[in-house]
């Protein structure tokens, strides 16, 4: 069974508007973390931001926030003021201990494109 | 701020011929990992390491694939030999754990002629 789902495999904003990329995620477990990356077409893995369960409030870094709703098992990144440089792949991801190790379980990843 | 170094940036083989990725972590990270991730993908993890044990590779195809971290710093993935169904971008991560998860190096992307 899918563990982390993204179901906008691409998605076009305008310039300047806000974003928001879903992802929801599947898991018995009362502690784990749920991480949000970028990836630009160079490439690299860039770590945004992170949410963790027992956390109270949502997380913010920035022009990133997250829509935490646990009871839905929805983490969603919205992303303020689009700028071009936010093109990319954006990827979910939620760590998890299996066997006795924390391991990041991914998500298939929504391509963003900003339209000037 | 630190980074993780992974060498070379670029590489092209000739299928059955071997190839090999070099990783170096930040610096006291004791957990390593190398991510094979295909293009429209999200990363697949092939193996992890605490410091110089492996603690999970039951997704690294043995019969081609082995990885190693002798000192427990540094650390090679080798494929030999090479498929055309190699080609994907190698991504090698390292953690402390918390809130910051995993630090990715820049990868290499394989291609598989």
């Known amino acids: 069974a899918q563990k982390i789902t993204q179901t906008q495999p691409g998605m076009f904003v305008q310039e300047k508007e806000a974003v928001t990329l879903d992802c929801t995620y599947d898991?018995?477990?009362?502690?784990?973390?749920l991480f949000w990356y970028k990836q630009p077409s160079s490439g690299e893995m860039i770590f945004l931001i992170y949410?963790?369960?027992?956390d109270e409030q949502n997380a913010t870094e920035g022009r990133y926030s997250l829509n935490f709703q646990k009871a839905r098992k929805s983490a969603n990144l919205v992303i303020s003021a689009s700028q071009l440089g936010d093109s990319a792949m954006y990827f979910c991801a939620m760590r998890e201990v299996m066997d006795s190790n924390y391991q990041l379980i991914w998500g298939a990843g929504t391509k963003l494109i900003i339209k000037p | 701020e630190a980074e993780v170094a992974q060498s070379p940036r670029y590489k092209i083989t000739e299928k059955s011929q071997a190839v090999a990725f070099w990783c170096d972590p930040i610096?006291?990270?004791?957990?390593l990992y190398w991510y094979r991730q295909i293009l429209g993908q999200g990363p697949e993890l092939l193996v992890q390491f605490q410091d110089e044990s492996v603690v999970d590779d039951s997704q690294l195809p043995k019969d081609r694939f082995s990885a190693e971290r002798l000192k427990g710093v540094d650390s090679t993935l080798k494929i030999q030999p090479a498929e055309l169904g190699d080609s994907a971008m190698y991504l090698c991560?390292?953690?402390?754990?918390?809130?910051?998860?995993?630090?990715f190096g820049s990868g290499t992307r394989l291609t598989v002629v």
């Open positions: 949410q963790g369960s027992y």
């Open positions: 991560a390292s953690s402390l754990g918390g809130r910051r998860g995993y630090t």
């Open positions: 610096s006291g990270h004791a957990t």
């Open positions: 898991t018995s477990d009362q502690s784990y973390g």
